[in-house]
């Protein structure tokens, strides 16, 4: 039996889930996953490719909202749709602020992070 959740020929709308160890996004053919690992913060894009992830590409970043920019980027790229970019950006600042705890500097994607005291 298939799972609706993967089934890359459905035409829902993108879908995240960021609830847990992985912050997660998919389109019909795009699945970003990101994480925190020790002080970096790592994303994976991959293409559906029936039940695999196919030409999957890496990229690590120093800080959450550096990462929530390149998930943005990819978003927008994905889907040609500007709102789905900054809500699932700030979506991942969201889960990644729980999972540190603290705020995240530099949240707000239109300003830059505060100057360091």
Known sequence: ???PALD??????P???A????FAWR????VLLAEQAGDRWIVARGWLAGDRL???RRWTFATAPALAGQIRRLVREATGDAR???SAAAEFLAWAADRT???IAGANLDEPPPAAP
């Open 8 to 13: 890359p020929i459905t035409h829902d709308p």
């Open 15 to 17: 879908r995240l889930a």
């Open 84 to 86: 789905h970019a900054s």
């Open 27 to 30: 389109d019909r053919t795009v």
């Open 1 to 3: 039996m298939q799972n």
């Open 54 to 56: 196919a030409h999957v």
């Open 101 to 103: 705890a603290i705020p």
């Open 19 to 22: 609830d847990g160890l992985l």
